[in-house]
């Protein structure tokens, strides 16, 4: 049973232009997660998915940011004209369930903006 | 607003030692916690878990113990290897809101053959 998957895992873009970062969820998990992680922080919740469906986005930026969990093929976050801030490492967790469950990880992407 | 700290940005500890990593946190409402390990590179790895009616929680080298009145949590591994070293991040939500987790900023482990 293959992992969370991430891909890209490193993703270099320039000021103003868009990243997409994709994530296929474990075999069977239908509940999508994604996280961003600053330099020296945590990881900071940014939405909740389930297919075709955002369920809590409280902790993504209002402007810039999406992201998207269709019927068919992977989540998608998309980050529309990147500035500096945006670079980080951003991680993708799935779970079965959406209560009390634990949730598992992808290895992430690390996007850098220059 | 940081709801879930882990203090101790780094610890050492000598193989065979145990090695205690500590995480407070501040919303009363949290009701389940675990701990994730991550190396370098690589996402993170789920290890231990325990919800809010119970006060330790053992798997192996690892026991998690929570006191609820104090708001904090502590994650024990003992012995200590050298393979345990890595950040180890606590994270807690709350019933109510279950998906989401908030994640303290880690603690780095070092354990030293």
């Known amino acids: 049973n293959a992992g969370v998957m991430q891909n890209p895992r490193h993703l270099v873009r320039r000021r103003g232009q868009e990243a997409r970062l994709r994530c296929s969820p474990m075999?069977?998990?239908?509940?999508v997660y994604w996280y961003r992680q600053l330099p020296e922080e945590g990881l900071k919740f940014m939405v909740y998915l389930q297919k075709e469906n955002i369920i809590d986005e409280s902790g993504m930026p209002k402007e810039r940011f999406s992201a998207e969990f269709p019927k068919e093929g992977p989540s998608i976050l998309r980050i529309q004209q990147v500035v500096r801030g945006d670079s980080a490492a951003y991680f993708c967790?799935?779970?079965?369930?959406?209560?009390?469950?634990?949730?598992?990880f992808g290895p992430g992407t690390r996007l850098t903006v220059t | 607003d940081q709801q879930v700290k882990q203090n101790s940005p780094s610890l050492s500890v000598q193989e065979g030692r145990i090695s205690i990593l500590n995480c407070d946190y501040t919303?009363?409402?949290?009701?389940?916690f675990l701990w994730y390990k991550k190396y370098p590179a690589e996402g993170p790895t789920f290890l231990i878990s325990?919800?809010?009616?119970?006060d330790k929680n053992e798997d192996g080298r690892f026991t998690v113990f929570l006191n609820k009145s104090a708001k904090h949590l502590s994650l024990h591994i003992v012995p200590s290897q050298p393979g345990d070293s890595a950040v180890y991040f606590c994270?807690?939500?709350?019933?109510?809101?279950?998906?989401?987790?908030?994640f303290g900023t880690g603690t780095s482990l070092t354990v030293i053959p």
């Open positions: 325990i919800s809010s009616i119970k």
């Open positions: 919303n009363s409402m949290f009701d389940y």
């Open positions: 967790a799935s779970s079965p369930i959406s209560f009390g469950g634990e949730q598992y």
């Open positions: 075999k069977g998990h239908s509940h």
């Open positions: 994270a807690a939500s709350a019933g109510d809101s279950g998906n989401q987790f908030y």
